[in-house]
T-cell receptor
Framework: GESVGLHLPTLSVQEGDNSIINCAYS??????FIWYKQESGKGPQFIID?????DKRQGQRVTVLLNKTVKHLSLQIAATQPGDSAVYFC????????????FGAGTRLTVKP | NAGVTQTPKFQVLKTGQSMTLQCAQD?????MSWYRQDPGMGLRLIHY???????DQGEVPNGYNVSRSTTEDFPLRLLSAAPSQTSVYFC?????????FGPGTRLTVL
């Protein structure tokens, strides 16, 4: 079946370094992707999204890259800070069907001071 | 503007008990949904609603009921709690594509 998954369950980086979190998806018809951040004891928080007609989108210190050829999504965090420590989820959906949004299991990012 | 609120934050039930998880949003969003989050797994959709009076099943609806009598509220009912329903439950709302999540309810069923 279709699935959304992550390459690594954990990622540890030094404060100030850049972080890259990866996500693979299998539904070639997916056309909308979101990255969420979830801090301990809290609900997922929207970070950035991208549609399939784009291959890159930038926010504040974050960049999402989409490679539709290999069905791969990545989240880049520049100058990672201790406050970035959290679990990061990717999610995807097809045709804007929010009830069919599928979430990856998450990658735990730890920032070392 | 409180966003999406959920109560209670924590709950312990015995097998067979029933309860209602409350969810409310003050953003006038039409779309609301309930997810459960289990260790090592992504969020899984339980039920969703595209507007007042309209609900539908998600990926894992068994053992749960919902209703949407108002735009603001979307309660989730556990009819007869089972240990397999031990999880963290998140409510979300959306006006367009982006969903905004509540803080979650951690439920333990003994």
């Amino acid at each position: 079946g279709e699935s959304v998954g992550l390459h690594l369950p954990t990622l540890s980086v030094q404060e100030g370094d850049n972080s890259i979190i990866n996500c693979a998806y299998s539904n070639s018809a997916s056309d909308y992707f979101i990255w969420y951040k979830q801090e301990s004891g809290k609900g997922p928080q929207f970070i950035i999204d991208i549609r399939s007609n784009m291959d890159k989108r930038q926010g504040q210190r974050v960049t999402v890259l989409l490679n539709k050829t290999v069905k791969h999504l990545s989240l880049q965090i520049a100058a990672t800070q201790p406050g970035d420590s959290a679990v990061y989820f990717c999610a995807e959906t097809e045709g804007g069907e929010r009830w069919d949004m599928r979430f990856g299991a998450g990658t735990r990012l730890t920032v070392k001071p | 503007n409180a966003g999406v609120t959920q109560t209670p934050k924590f709950q312990v039930l015995k097998t067979g008990q029933s309860m209602t998880l409350q969810c409310a949003q003050d953003m006038n969003h039409e779309y609301m949904s309930w997810y459960r989050q289990d260790p090592g797994m992504g969020l899984r959709l339980i039920h969703y609603s595209v507007g007042a009076g309209i609900t539908d099943q998600g990926e894992v609806p068994n053992g749960y009921n919902v209703s949407r009598s108002t735009t603001e509220d979307f309660p989730l009912r556990l009819l007869s709690a089972a240990p397999s329903q031990t999880s963290v439950y998140f409510c979300a709302s959306a006006s367009t594509d982006t969903q905004y999540f509540g803080p979650g309810t951690r439920l333990t069923v003994l």
